[in-house]
Nanobody, 123 residues
Framework: QVQLVESGGGLVQAGGSLRLSCAAAGGTFSWLTMAWFRQAPGKEREFVVRIVQSGGAIQYSDSVKGRFTISRDNAKNSMYLQMNSLKPEDTAVYYC????????????????WGQGTQVTVSS
């Protein structure tokens, strides 16, 4: 079993930056594909970005490409999301998710989830 804990959310003005972190415990972190999803009020959970085990293959959603950067540190069992040029439409609860070995953007394929961290971008 893998436990995930997000941190780093908060309130920021449009154009600002935030850095989210996801700490993993249990399991073998270096075998995990890690991803960020987000869910805004009244909307379905949305894929944001994923990174494979080695960090070599990364996929971003079109809505965040060029503004967000994902990274991971396998030695620290951690993943990060640097969010720049934030927009009000980025407001959501951001979830860290993990799955062993698969490369997928479907939320239903991820068995391990964090509790989420709120990101609010004011205009």
């Amino acid at each position: 079993q893998v436990q995930l804990v997000e941190s780093g959310g908060g309130l920021v003005q449009a154009g600002g930056s935030l850095r989210l972190s996801c700490a993993a415990a249990g399991g073998t972190f270096s075998w995990l594909t890690m991803a960020w999803f987000r869910q805004a009020p009244g909307k379905e959970r949305e894929f944001v970005v994923r990174i494979v085990q080695s960090g070599g293959a990364i996929q971003y959603s079109d809505s965040v490409k060029g503004r967000f950067t994902i990274s991971r540190d396998n030695a620290k069992n951690s993943m990060y999301l640097q969010m720049n040029s934030l927009k009000p439409e980025d407001t959501a609860v951001y979830y860290c998710a993990a799955v062993y070995f698969r490369e997928t953007s479907n939320a239903s394929d991820y068995p391990f989830w964090g509790q989420g961290t709120q990101v609010t971008v004011s205009s």
